[in-house]
């Protein structure tokens, strides 16, 4: 698993040495603690980050972000990924960084509106404000939601919505009502996101986990002993034979001084 992980991360973001292990471990804690598979999420994280430019480098902060918004909304954080690179194309049209994309999604599914049908509608909004010379797409698009907002009657609203918006103008209003368009307490939330990943990964260990991890700390400390023991090996095994030969001739001098005593003791 952490191999098919490091190979996928490398392949997939060009990443290498300390940040390689810190992105593998995120990832691998995301999968563990929210049982979504390693492979497919790497890819759809990736995708979506250089889909919007954003470097490799800030993979963790962007899976502290994911993780954030699938709390808070209750949706798997590869599914939230994966509909950001379908849905790319269209939220890069209407000036839409990735984090702006991620809480719009989040919202959207939050609220159980299907995003691809919703998407249709901007896409109506964008041709309309393009036909009618407007550059600033995401200016334009607010203008829209703040006339629907504004309108005096439900009626109104709802009449605005389908001339703006088409045959997902409904949809569209369902969703101003429910708030999908105000993006800033998820936002918010993004932006305090720091860390997700690790607590989440700390607090879903079970008992088992942890003994596991002492475990292996303990025969990473215990290495460098083993390792001593080994060069010390064959000197363990010589030692008994240099002390028997030691003591041999420790017997034969004294046996050598006795008969000499003796010897002069007789003269």
């Known amino acids: ?46 995708d979506s980050m250089l889909a919007f430019g954003v470097p490799a480098e800030e993979t963790r902060s962007q899976l502290d972000k994911l993780t954030a918004v699938s709390q808070a909304v209750g949706v798997p954080m590869g599914t939230l990924s994966s509909l950001i690179v379908k849905l790319g194309p269209q939220f890069q049209a209407l000036g839409f960084s990735l984090d702006e994309a991620t809480a719009l999604i989040g919202n959207m599914e939050a609220a159980g509106l299907g995003s691809a049908k919703v998407m249709r509608g901007l896409n109506t909004a964008v041709k309309t404000l393009t036909d009618e010379g407007v550059t600033d797409i995401q200016g334009g698009l607010k203008d829209m939601i703040a006339s629907i907002q504004n309108a005096e009657t439900d009626a109104q609203a709802t009449t605005i919505a389908m001339d703006m918006f088409g045959e997902s103008g409904l949809r569209f209003k369902d969703a101003i009502d429910k708030g999908v368009f105000s993006l800033d307490d998820m936002l918010e939330a993004m932006g305090n996101s720091e860390g997700k990943v690790s607590d989440l990964g700390a607090v879903t260990l079970t008992t088992s986990d942890k003994f596991d991890i002492l475990k292996n700390k303990v025969k990473g400390a215990l290495t460098p002993i083993g390792n001593f023991a080994t060069a010390l090996g064959p000197m363990v095994i010589m030692i008994p034979a240099l002390a028997t030969a030691t003591s041999a001739m420790a017997a034969s001098q004294t046996i050598a001084t006795a008969a000499t005593w003796l010897q002069t003791a007789a003269m």
């Open 1 to 46: 698993t952490v191999s098919a992980a490091i190979a996928d991360i490398n392949t997939e973001m060009g990443l290498e040495g300390e940040i390689l292990e810190d992105v593998t471990k995120a990832f691998l804690d995301v999968s563990r603690a929210m049982g979504e598979e390693a492979g497919p999420m790497i890819k759809s994280v990736a």
